[in-house]
């Protein structure tokens, strides 16, 4: 038996915490969501459910008219035999052609259904692929913390092609077995009451074993399209690390939690399959036992003339398909299951908590010159884990800030709350006098421009790596920032140039060459206030000293943030801030921190 919680791991196995296993699915919630989201489609699906309607109404009424083809055939028989006539070719020739129609009517509305129903679920799956894409836009980055990339990424494929491939054939399908076993009942009772009452009585015994079955398979669907999402997740992970899991020999633990999460799966997978499955037998031998006392019930009611032998036929005929919708809604049942599971997983994403929105009368950043002011910040990303403490520092435009610190001290977090990638807990956030939340968030991101130690430059060539920093800017522009970022040289001995190719993970060039491009992207902007997080860790020592003469050019007039662990990269910075535990402990400038004799003093002896 299955254990209620697994333990999720990142590319190294470390632990990530318990990811709780869904309980069983709120069936009747979801599925109402899901009709509140096929709504916009009612006219359409209401004509699908006509179609399907007398599509079915054409197909039933066939075997009750084909039975008075034997009847005619056996009276002609029998009057054969008396000598007192023969067979009525021509009435069978008229019964025929009544055959033909009905037939070929039905099987136009089926096609009619059918196309209007992959319709609906195209659009239906494109309106939700569409929805999950803007929600990602839209979700705070505390939310992207605590999933995997695999598991977001499942949502949108997995979750999103089950329900396209199951949504068409299951709505048609439970429309058309319904109607069918309706139809097909009130073609009974025309032939005969008494038999009628027989096969009925298989429709209980039949629902109730469904039901069964479907109540214990139920959690196990569930569980499968969840484990599904943490495989793709891990191996998502892995693929994307893989130097990483090499380098530090990580093969195995990769192996043990795949293997781990993949039993799992199997196991879910396995039983969900195996209960649903289950379902067609046991109709079939219900249906069966059903379909002999028919038949000898039908031969006692023909040898007392109450019948003619066309209805028996048609009778038994209709007992045959009696159980078709029962056994079809049955195995429906695994497809709405399956739907339904992927459903609620993605409409639990649909419905996850967003950004706070922006101010409903955002200020203009066209006039900022770029003086910042943290009064008393407070800030945790858990509630009950501050990690900034009381943080207040002014800072005037066009000076250049150093932040420097341990590991682990909030160099980086303080920025990311200046870009408002994170709301703070208490105080206040000013550039030029006003609070961060009075921009829009786009408007306030627009000032800055951010250079960070992890590089990330997508599968385009050079010239669109860099002209992502601005994407209205002229080839002119983009050649000009490479040449102030020491890009342009590097470039140049590329047989392609501007127009080389960087590959999905950007491995034909060097991290120092991916740190270059970055930093011509951010020169690119033109900010008011620029950021740099350890934006020459990766870049030899001439190199650096070249970057380095370039960002004094580029950081006069403007207001910028250089989060450094080298302390000699910053001794020329106006004021150094230095953060200890979420606190300023000490500021000033390099001289007057090494006269105090503090932490920065030992902290910047000991790097030498």
Not at 269 to 287: D, E, R
Not at 561 to 568: D, E, G, P, Y
Request: some cysteine; hydrophobic content about 40%.
């Amino acid at each position: 038996m299955e254990q209620n919680k697994t333990i999720r791991r990142g590319p190294m196995g470390q632990a990530r915490g318990p990811a709780s296993v869904e309980k069983a699915k709120n069936f009747k919630a979801t599925l109402k969501k899901l009709f509140y989201y096929l709504a916009k489609y009612k006219v359409i699906l209401l004509i699908v459910i006509l179609c399907a309607i007398l599509s079915t109404v054409f197909n039933i009424v066939g075997p009750k008219i084909l039975g008075n083809i034997t009847t005619e055939i056996y009276a002609g028989v029998m009057q054969m035999i008396a000598g007192t006539g023969g067979i009525d070719f021509v009435a069978i020739k008229g019964i025929v052609l009544i055959l033909v129609v009905l037939y070929l009517t039905s099987a136009v509305f089926q096609y009619l259904q059918s196309y209007l129903m992959v319709g609906v679920g195209q659009k239906f799956t494109y309106t939700l692929r569409k929805g999950i894409s803007e929600k990602i836009n839209q979700l705070p980055v505390q939310y992207f913390d605590k999933k995997t990339h695999g598991e977001v990424l499942s949502y949108i494929t997995n979750d999103v092609d089950t329900i396209a491939q199951n949504l068409n054939q299951s709505i048609t399908q439970v429309i058309t077995s319904i109607t069918m076993l309706i139809g097909i009942l009130v073609m009974m009772f025309s032939i005969s009451w008494q038999m009628s009452l027989i096969a009925i009585l298989v429709l209980p015994v039949s629902t109730f074993f469904t039901f069964q079955v479907i109540k214990k398979s139920q959690k196990y669907f569930t569980k499968q399209q969840e484990y599904l999402g943490h495989v793709n997740g891990h191996i998502e992970e892995m693929y994307a690390n893989h130097d990483l899991v090499k380098v530090f020999n990580g093969e195995q633990k990769s192996i043990e939690q795949f293997n781990e999460c993949n039993n799992t799966l199997y196991h879910c997978a396995w039983k969900a399959q195996f209960l649903s499955g289950l379902m067609h037998p046991i109709m079939n031998f219900i249906a069966n036992i059903g379909y002999v006392i028919i038949c000898i019930m039908g031969g006692v009611y023909a040898g007392r003339g109450t019948i003619t032998v066309g209805n028996i036929q048609s009778f038994i005929q209709y007992m045959r398909q009696f159980t078709q919708p029962i056994t079809q809604l049955a195995n429906v049942t695994n497809m709405i299951q399956s739907m339904i599971a992927a459903c609620e997983r993605v409409f639990e994403f649909l419905d996850e908590e967003e950004e706070v929105p922006d101010t409903n009368n955002p200020k203009s950043t066209k006039e900022i010159k770029g003086n910042v002011d943290f009064e008393h910040v407070k800030f945790g990303y858990e509630e009950d884990k501050i990690i900034i403490k009381d943080f207040s520092a002014k800072v005037e435009q066009g000076k250049k800030i150093a932040i420097v610190g341990p590991t682990g001290a909030g160099k980086t977090t303080l920025v990311k709350l200046l870009m408002r990638y994170y709301d703070i807990c208490s105080g206040e956030i000013k550039i030029d006098g006003i609070d961060i939340k009075d921009f829009k968030r786009d408007d306030l991101r627009s000032i800055f421009a951010m250079v960070l130690q992890d590089t990330w430059c997508f599968n385009g060539t050079i010239m669109e790596n860099i002209r992502y920093g601005k994407l209205e800017a002229t080839d002119e522009e983009v050649m000009k920032a490479a040449k102030v970022a020491q890009v342009d040289h590097f470039v140049r001995t590329f047989p392609e140039g501007y127009q080389t190719i960087l590959n999905e993970d950007s491995t034909n060039i060097s991290q120092g060459q991916k740190q270059l491009l970055t930093i011509a992207r951010a020169f690119l902007v033109d900010p008011k206030i620029l950021i740099l997080d350890e934006a020459t860790s990766s870049v030899d020592t001439k190199t650096e000293m070249q970057i380095q003469k370039a960002m004094d050019n580029l950081m006069k007039g403007r207001t910028s943030f250089v989060i450094a662990h080298r302390l000699s990269t910053v001794r020329d910075a106006d004021l150094i801030l230095v953060i200890n535990e979420g606190d300023i402990i000490e500021q000033g400038t390099h001289e007057e921190l090494l006269k105090l004799g503090g932490f920065y003093e030992k902290l910047y002896n000991s790097q030498f």
